[in-house]
T-cell receptor, first 113, second 115 residues
Framework: DTEVTQTPKHLVMGMTNKKSLKCEQH?????MYWYKQKAKKPPELMFV???????INESVPSRFSPECPNSSLLNLHLHALQPEDSALYLC????????????FGPGTRLTVL | ELKVEQNPLFLSMQEGKNYTIYCNYS?????LYWYRQDPGKSLESLFV?????AVKQEGRLMASLDTKARLSTLHITAAVHDLSATYFC???????????????FGAGTQVVVTP
């Protein structure tokens, strides 16, 4: 298995909803990442998660919370989002800490109404 | 704060001609990555450049890294329509050799190849 999978592909939610995005990889990669990408912009790093620790981009609002139940799975819990949070959410994984590239999942297209 | 600048931001290419995309960054790093993104899709890894003078080639694409100039280039030879996409460079803001790193992406170069 050489891919990163993300579910769902599309998500529409209201501002009062709670939802979760899921990311999974079975390549034995030791780090996983969440990015947010707005249209015609580069990806912005939200969280870096290895099973040792979580690293947070301090500009990410608390309505986003990551969870890493095990080394293959990374969730992003969403609560009380705003319309400006609508974006493509990309998960990536990386084999090791030093020189490897990141492998991206297909993304979840999120729309907040 | 690390800044990564790509230029041009938009590149209209004619099929069969050669073009170059530039990626400048503001701090010392010897880890640079190139990605391709098709509209509505995710990012696909193209090249990993890990030392000064590194050169990688795949088909019509060739990437190089000059860490002293803090510059990477992505050269496209004899452009074809299939190369239409957005190309991103990313610099790894690693702090130590065992750091997980944080990628800082350039703004992206939108490439459109026309006959």
């Amino acid at each position: 298995d050489t891919e990163v999978t993300q579910t769902p592909k599309h998500l529409v939610m209201g501002m009062t909803n709670k939802k979760s995005l899921k990311c999974e990889q079975h390549m034995g990669h030791r780090a996983m990442y969440w990015y947010k990408q707005k249209a015609k912009k580069p990806p912005e790093l939200m969280f870096v998660y290895s099973y040792e620790k979580l690293s947070i981009n301090e500009s990410v609002p608390s309505r986003f919370s990551p969870e890493c139940p095990n080394s293959s799975l990374l969730n992003l819990h969403l609560h009380a989002l705003q319309p400006e949070d609508s974006a493509l959410y990309l998960c990536a994984s990386r084999p090791g800490p030093s020189t490897d590239t990141q492998y991206f999942g297909p993304g979840t297209r999120l729309t907040v109404l | 704060e690390l800044k990564v600048e790509q230029n041009p931001l938009f590149l209209s290419m004619q099929e069969g001609k050669n073009y170059t995309i530039y990626c400048n960054y503001s701090t010392t790093s010897d880890r640079l990555y190139w990605y391709r993104q098709d509209p509505g899709k995710s990012l696909e890894s193209l090249f990993v450049l890990l030392s000064n003078g590194a050169v990688k080639q795949e088909g019509r694409l060739m990437a190089s890294l000059d860490t002293k100039a803090r510059l990477s280039t992505l050269h496209i030879t004899a452009a074809v329509h299939d190369l239409s996409a957005t190309y991103f460079c990313a610099v790894d803001m690693y702090m130590t050799t065992d750091s997980w790193g944080k990628f800082q992406f350039g703004a992206g170069t939108q490439v459109v190849v026309t006959p």
